[in-house]
């Protein structure tokens, strides 16, 4: 390469800058929003800082992708995997500058995220392939597509970027029966069990009193409204953002269905899940949350919706689902008061933890302990097959309040 090639780097390193595009590629198929300007601006970026050090180039590709803090773990998986052959990597930086320091250790690949080794998969060949003869980048590609019965049961931390999408697919697809409940207002039936008054005075009118035909009614029935409370932070990240799946599809399916996103603070995003396109949903979602990933502050939270939102949205008979591990920034303050006052002002609370799914869970952080002596019912919520669990249990006509409580909370008084 001649002086003025070396002088003008990555602009006219051809290998470097389309091994910069693949990585982006890789970056946005693992869910990173990565479009060609981004690019561009990474190139520039790297020209800007020089190639002299290894962790200039990271943090210079760093500036450029990274946006949000959930996404700083994939950035880091992704670069130490692309860029992990040491001798690769020199003699691609040898393109623009002879030097490279390689001074931070690698990561090992098997701690890599399953969407993140699919991302860097595809289209690895036509990139490298003229490095056919070097050691190859050893990632478990066996990433065949599951049918339904292993992605019912499957975690949805455990699913790679193909399974994800599928079970998005399901998920817009399954529907939640909510028992209808009898309301206050009548309705008239030939069937119903009641005499309308007004109704049959006003037959007798009609017909001049010589025949007083009686006319019934029945009550209405309808479902309850339902409440969703879902927590949004960084341990409960992957779940969240599947179930969004979930609760677009329950927004677009039936009326009176309330969504509000919690971390550090709530959030209504009712208005958001009633966009038709999913799409377009999380992504207005996604600009009025900020804080996603961060702490959680369950006590906080649940003390604005009760005073903020409870008269407004817990209608008759509302069913409030709380979806959040229990894992609380402020140890659990305020949360057990919160979570009474809310069980009090709906028909039924339901608990829905993904941490439930571990054989061996037992109550023992604050926040859990403080939340389960509330609820009605404690449920895991971890892959598709607990959903439809949910589904069917709420089909069912309704039992006594807490009746299924008594074994979590004779568990609790042990680990006490």
Same mark, same amino acid.
């Given at each position: 390469m001649d002086g003025d090639s070396q002088k003008d780097g990555p602009q006219d390193g051809g290998k470097l800058v389309a091994n910069i595009m693949h990585f982006a590629r890789a970056l946005r198929m693992a869910g990173l929003p990565i479009g060609p300007g981004k690019v561009l601006d990474a190139i520039a970026a790297v020209r800007a800082v020089g190639m002299g050090r290894r962790d200039d180039f990271y943090w210079a590709l760093h500036a450029v992708f990274v946006n949000r803090q959930d996404q700083r773990d994939i950035f880091d998986q992704a670069f130490h995997v692309f860029w992990r052959n040491p001798r690769l990597l020199e003699r691609m930086m040898q393109l623009v500058l002879p030097q490279l320091q390689l001074d931070q250790p690698q990561p090992d690949a098997a701690e890599m995220n399953r969407r993140l080794a699919e991302a860097l998969m595809q289209?690895?060949?036509?990139? &490298?392939?003229?490095?056919? +003869?070097?050691?190859? /980048? @050893?990632?478990?590609?066996?990433? !065949?597509?599951?049918?339904?019965?292993m992605l019912q049961s499957m975690d949805f931390e455990k699913m790679s970027g193909d399974e994800v999408r599928q079970a998005q697919s399901m998920l817009r697809r399954l529907v939640?029966?909510?028992?209808?409940?009898?309301?206050?207002?009548?309705?008239?039936?030939?069937?119903?069990?009641?005499?309308?008054?007004?109704?049959?005075?006003?037959?007798? &009118?009609?017909?001049?009193? +010589?025949?007083?035909? /009686? @006319?019934?009614?029945?009550?209405? !029935?309808?479902?309850?409204?339902?409440?969703?409370?879902?927590?949004?932070?960084?341990?409960?990240?992957?779940?969240?953002?599947?179930?969004l799946h979930f609760m677009h599809a329950l927004t677009n399916d039936r009326d009176r269905v309330h969504t509000f996103l919690f971390g550090t603070r709530l959030t209504n995003v009712t208005r958001y899940l009633r966009k038709r396109d999913v799409d377009e949903a999380l992504s207005k979602v996604g600009e009025a949350v900020g804080d996603w990933s961060g702490g959680t502050r369950i006590g906080a939270c649940i003390e604005g919706f009760n005073r903020l939102w409870s008269r407004r949205v817990l209608g008759q008979g509302a069913v409030v689902l709380l979806i959040t591990d229990g894992l609380d920034r402020d140890a659990g303050d305020g949360v057990a008061e919160e979570v009474e006052r809310l069980r009090r002002s709906c028909q039924r609370l339901i608990w829905l933890n993904p941490l439930l799914r571990f054989d061996g869970f037992a109550p023992k952080s604050l926040g859990v302990r403080a939340i389960l002596p509330h609820v009605d019912e404690f449920r895991p919520v971890h892959n598709l097959e607990s959903l439809g669990a949910l589904a069917e249990a709420l089909s069912r006509p309704e039992t006594r309040r807490g009746a299924g409580m008594a074994s979590w909370l004779r568990r609790m008084e042990e680990v006490a």
């Open positions: 289209g690895n060949e036509a990139v &490298l392939a003229d490095e056919a +003869d070097e050691e190859k /980048l @050893e990632i478990d590609a066996a990433f !065949t597509a599951s049918d339904k019965e939640l029966p909510i028992a209808e409940m009898r309301t206050r207002r009548f309705a008239p039936s030939s069937a119903g069990g009641a005499v309308d008054l007004r109704a049959t005075l006003r037959g007798a &009118l009609r017909s001049g009193g +010589d025949v007083i035909p /009686l @006319e019934l009614k029945k009550r209405r !029935t309808r479902p309850p409204a339902l409440i969703i409370l879902c927590d949004i932070s960084g341990s409960m990240s992957r779940y969240s953002r599947m179930l």
